[in-house]
């Protein structure tokens, strides 16, 4: 095989494209991903998951210093915030973290390719970097070109005033006050980060909730529990107008049924109104691969485009827009071009929202139990009656699981609460293994212990909680 021959060239190095490159080499295949960022690791290491959660870190220790410390006694005289030296934990960990990407590749023998990816032809990716142009010739190309900010009609992002999630990410100070359109996933966790640090945040809904596809009753109690940190919601309300005005902006709202306007001064406005495929300057259009309404790149269930020979993954394909569903599908798929049996259970994708408490989910909800007609058995359990959460002060929130009437098999859980990403794990395997609420509910679980709440949410399901 030439130096520009592969078995396998991958567009796109964010976690779709990384992992399926890795994956790709380690069963054999010669693969090259090409990436025109500049640094691996996608939206999720660069402007995504993990800057977010650095200064959502950074922001919880603030805060905790500043107003939960003294409850244990702990007495801090005076606590500020430096958000140059916070920006540059944040800017370490991604750092770091794309860099370890790069080893990675180096450990698994991927061909790291610095550039744009342009399909010329089936089996032909023309990369054009600072060096200029290379032609790369593939048995697979895959598409991992992810995702971009979705903007409002009308309303130009300027990244300093009229931020989206990149420029929420670099502020360079706290603002006074900030209106953030769209209350969902990235609104929320951006929000909370800005409004812990001292910033008056007014999130702007469209919808008559927030996060509204979680579960309707996690929904209500986050609302609460967020008013209550001081965030302000005004939903079903639809924005009509966002200017820059001396430093700041002015947000134009009415409700969303329509009704009398309503301007809110702010000093940034972040819009996170969702995300949009990312396929510029790729030639799908030459080689004809067909993309959706919305554009989103059509695929079968084997990743497979219309064209013979191109496949798709991630963000790009739409589905959950979440970094582990992107690194399912990129091993799945490199298992498939290696012969193998890839797979990916979409009906197990977990969700995690990073806020304080955090709000993880995975499977059906409530109301799409009942809209599919589904007879379940809801098993809830609080916090407050977990002897561990009551040791760390955080005994807001709820465990609830939802299982078959008839079986008993977990259909969806839904947790409210400290640590609640992780503690959603061990539902999730539950329901990978094709678990009973009593399997978990049988097994034994350490004490003093968060998890403890989630056993006895699945006692609950059978009505024999033993703590509430
Ligand atoms: P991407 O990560 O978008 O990567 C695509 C890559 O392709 C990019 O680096 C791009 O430069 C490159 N590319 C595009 N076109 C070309 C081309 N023609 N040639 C070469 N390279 C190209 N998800 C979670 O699961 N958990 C979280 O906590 C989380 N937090 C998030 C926070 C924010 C603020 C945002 C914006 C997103 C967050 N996400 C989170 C979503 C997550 O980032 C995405 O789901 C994930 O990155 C998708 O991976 P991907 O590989 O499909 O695409
Ligand atoms: P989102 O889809 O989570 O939320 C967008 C919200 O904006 C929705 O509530 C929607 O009803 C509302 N909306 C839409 N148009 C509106 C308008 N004109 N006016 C007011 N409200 C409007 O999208 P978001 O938050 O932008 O995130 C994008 C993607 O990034 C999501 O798919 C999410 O999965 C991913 N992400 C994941 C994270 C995680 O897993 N922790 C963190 C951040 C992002």
Redesign the pocket.
């Known amino acids: 095989m030439s130096e520009n021959t592969f078995d396998v060239v991958i567009?796109?190095?964010?976690?779709?494209?990384?992992?399926a490159a890795i994956r790709a080499a380690q069963l054999g295949l010669k693969t090259a991903c090409?990436?025109?960022?500049g640094?691996?690791?996608?939206?999720?290491?660069?402007?995504?998951?993990?800057?977010?959660?650095a200064l959502l870190a950074a922001s919880h220790a603030f805060h905790a210093a500043a107003h939960e410390y003294a409850a244990f006694g702990v007495k801090v005289a005076k606590v500020e915030m430096d958000v140059n030296s916070m920006m540059g934990h944040k800017d370490k960990v991604v750092g770091d973290n794309t860099k370890g990407i790069e080893f990675l590749f180096k450990k698994n023998k991927v061909t790291y390719v610095v550039?744009?990816?342009?399909i010329t032809a089936p089996g032909q990716v023309k990369?054009t970097g600072k060096d200029g142009e290379k032609i790369l010739s593939a048995k697979a190309i895959v598409i991992?070109?992810?995702?971009?900010?979705m903007g409002l009609p009308g309303v130009e992002i300027d990244e300093e005033v009229i931020v989206?999630?990149?420029g929420?990410?670099k502020l360079a100070k706290t603002p006074k006050s900030m209106v953030v359109i769209g209350g969902g996933?990235?609104g929320l966790?951006?929000g909370t980060v800005w409004g812990r640090l001292g910033a008056e945040i007014t999130v702007v809904e469209f919808l008559d909730r927030i996060l509204p596809t979680n579960d309707g009753e996690v929904s209500k109690s986050m609302q609460k529990i967020l008013a209550k940190q001081g965030m302000n919601f005004k939903l079903s309300t639809k924005v009509t107008k966002v200017e820059k005005k001396g430093k700041g902006a002015i947000v134009t709202v009415e409700p969303a049924a329509g009704g009398g306007s309503e301007e809110i001064k702010a000093d940034v406005v972040l819009v996170?109104i969702g995300?949009k495929p990312?396929?510029?300057?790729?030639g799908l259009d030459a080689v004809g691969v067909a993309v959706n309404a919305r554009g989103f790149i059509e695929v079968d269930s084997h990743f497979r485009t219309n064209v013979p020979g191109i496949y798709a993954?991630?963000?790009?394909?739409g589905g959950?827009?979440?970094?582990?569903?992107?690194?399912e599908?990129?091993v799945a798929l490199a298992e498939q071009l290696a012969g193998q049996h890839g797979h990916v259970n979409y009906d197990v994708i977990p969700?995690?929202v990073?806020t304080w408490p955090e709000v993880a989910a995975v499977g059906k909800t409530e109301e799409q139990l009942k809209a599919e007609g589904i007879a379940y058995k809801a098993g809830k359990f609080p916090f407050t009656a977990n002897g561990r959460a009551r040791s760390m002060n955080e005994t807001e929130g709820f465990v609830k699981v939802l299982a078959c009437a008839t079986t008993d098999r977990v259909l969806g859980a839904h947790i409210v609460g400290p640590n609640a990403g992780d503690l959603l794990a061990e539902l999730v395997l539950a329901m990978e293994f094709g678990a009973a609420s009593e399997d978990v509910a049988r097994t034994c679980h350490s004490h003093p212990g968060l998890g403890e709440a989630v056993k006895e949410a699945c006692l609950a399901v059978l009505g024999r909680a033993l703590h509430v």
């Open positions: 567009i796109g190095g964010g976690p779709g494209g990384y992992v090409v990436e025109k960022r640094a691996l690791g996608g939206t999720c290491l660069n402007v995504g998951c993990i800057p977010s959660k550039g744009a990816g342009q990369v991992a070109t992810g995702s971009d900010v989206s999630s990149t929420a990410l996933v990235i966790e951006l996170a995300r990312y396929t510029d300057g790729l993954i991630g963000d790009v394909v959950a827009m979440l970094a582990h569903k992107a690194e599908e990129g969700a995690v990073y």
